[in-house]
């Protein structure tokens, strides 16, 4: 797809008529559902994967209406295979802590983000992001720290969920897990700042 048939897929959803979009999420994991089978080595875990990422997608280009990518199929295989990598790396937690999360993310929260918790070189570093995020995880509600915690235990596939936690289909239950996720780093990032201020470790 061109750069500037996407602006007008982008531009329609802006303005409130996602049926385009929703066609343009469609035909691109069709597309890309061999490849990210083939990465995951599962098509549940290549679906979790594509709504993640599209719903990253959405927030820059429909919400924040940043700069398109030339090749906007290639442009989302990239988020997806990244977040895929990320996560197994490390399983769940980097997920959480090494969130590029930007200033501009966080202003509706007023936090201030001191430069050195992106860096977390040092052994107290780390041992300081898994205290706050700790913390973090038991200010959550119920229903989110469910999700989250679902992710320590590999035996949990998400889909299994889906019924006893009252979502009428996978991909709110997804969303669902997006929004704990984002609700979490912010979390984490309070916390965080609050124990590095009183020199906690």
């Known amino acids: ?28 994991f069709k ?29 820059r280009f429909v919400i924040n209406q940043e700069d398109l990518p030339h090749n906007s199929t290639g442009y989302i295989y990239m988020m997806c295979r990244n977040a895929w990598l990320l996560e197994k790396r490390q399983p769940w937690s980097a997920v959480i802590l090494n969130e590029n999360v930007t200033q501009d993310a966080l202003k509706d929260t007023n936090y201030q983000i001191d430069t050195e918790i992106n860096q977390g070189t040092t052994a107290d ?18 229903k989110c720290k469910k999700l989250i915690e679902a992710e320590l235990d590999s035996q949990i596939k998400l889909k299994d969920l889906q019924h006893d936690m009252g979502y009428s289909n996978y991909q709110a239950l997804v969303q669902a897990k997006y929004n704990c996720k984002k609700r979490l780093i912010k979390k984490v990032y309070e916390v965080l700042i609050n124990l590095k201020n009183n020199n906690v470790i």
């Open 1 to 28: 797809m061109t750069k500037i048939a996407l602006k007008k897929i982008i531009d329609s959803a802006a303005d409130g008529n996602e049926f385009p979009f929703n066609r343009f999420f469609e035909d691109t």
């Open 31 to 59: 597309t890309l559902l061999p490849k990210l089978s083939y990465l995951t080595k599962s098509e549940d875990s290549a679906k979790e994967v594509f709504m993640i990422s599209m719903q990253k997608f959405w927030e």
């Open 125 to 142: 570093d780390n041992l300081l992001k898994h205290k706050a995020l700790s913390i973090a995880i038991n200010q959550l509600c119920d």
